[in-house]
């Protein structure tokens, strides 16, 4: 099926961008002959293109705000930042900007991240506007979260495993809020001067889990799965304290008992607590609990 008018001016724009972005100016002519276009339509193009694109004369167009910030970081650069592009792709040279369209034309390599929540596109809509607009003026909000009304001081929208969730203070104590939660926001007239210490715990820790009063955890893994550990963090914080035959032994931080159970209910039973005794205790009464019931008479 051949290209829609609109697929390929998309196209055009994207390159269009690329190429500011990596030599810093175009020309309308070479524009014209690259895609064999009318000048009608490069006009047309770079018109679309205004809000961030300048005419310097001469046919020649160039961004707004320069490609080259400083350090040499264009907007590429500033996107593969936002969305921690650093995870798959460490370095980023030019000759990286260079091969992407060819690398996606061809379509050799897949990133697969976790798939998104179904009211992602929901929750973006309703909240994003009123949530950025309530950290940048610092406004006390007022929101339904969980069938509950809360007064909460905004800090920071975060997605972790593509789950979206609104880090703020609820009665000076820092929670993070699941967006697919939240079933009404409020911009109050009131505001809130935003506490240095939440700041920099927020600028240290890149995870919705973020507290002060974090608790330690000793973990030991069989040797059939710590592979699985070995090769990246699976774990908060996670750092190896032995390698043994039979298996390793991690140490972890955790922000609360949430954030550490539904990891390790999931590798059981090749997974086991050593400390603290009392998470330990939890986990074998949360199982006893569902055992219990999953075992229990149905009655008709």
Not at 102 to 123: Q, S, Y
Not at 148 to 168: C, E, G, S, V
Not at 175 to 181: D, E, M
């Amino acid at each position: 099926m051949a290209k829609t008018t609109r697929s390929r001016s998309a196209e055009r724009l994207v390159d269009i961008l690329l190429e500011l972005h990596l030599n810093g100016v175009i020309n309308r002519s070479a524009l014209m002959e690259k895609f064999n276009i009318t000048e009608r339509t490069v006009y047309r193009d770079l018109n679309a293109l205004s809000p961030i694109v300048e005419h310097t004369g001469n046919g020649l167009y160039r961004l707004i705000h320069s490609a080259q910030s400083p350090g040499g970081q264009g907007l590429h650069h500033t996107l593969a930042n936002f969305l921690n592009a650093d995870s798959f792709f460490p370095e980023r040279n030019a000759e990286f900007w260079e091969k992407l369209e060819t690398r996606v034309d061809d379509n050799h390599i897949l990133i697969l991240a976790n798939e998104a929540e179904h009211t992602v596109e929901r929750d973006i809509r309703r909240h994003l506007s009123n949530i950025e607009k309530s950290i940048k003026n610092c406004n006390v909000c007022q929101i339904v979260y969980k069938g509950k009304t809360r007064l909460i001081h905004p800090y920071k929208l975060i997605n972790k495993k593509n789950i979206w969730y609104l880090q703020a203070t609820e009665n000076s104590q820092l929670k993070s809020f699941s967006l697919s939660q939240i079933r009404w926001l409020d911009i109050q007239k009131t505001t809130f001067t935003p506490d240095e210490h939440v700041i920099g715990l927020l600028e240290k820790s890149l995870d919705p889990w973020v507290s002060e009063n974090t608790f330690e955890v000793k973990i030991f893994i069989r040797d059939n799965i710590s592979h699985y550990f070995l090769r990246r963090d699976l774990l908060p914080a996670q750092e190896l304290l032995g390698e043994q035959q039979d298996g390793v032994t991690l140490r972890c931080q955790a922000a609360h008992e949430n954030q550490i159970l539904p990891l390790l209910f999931y590798w059981l039973p090749n997974i086991q607590i050593l400390e603290p005794a009392w998470l330990k205790e939890k986990l074998v009464k949360t199982l006893e609990s569902y055992l219990a019931g999953s075992t229990a008479p149905v009655t008709g």
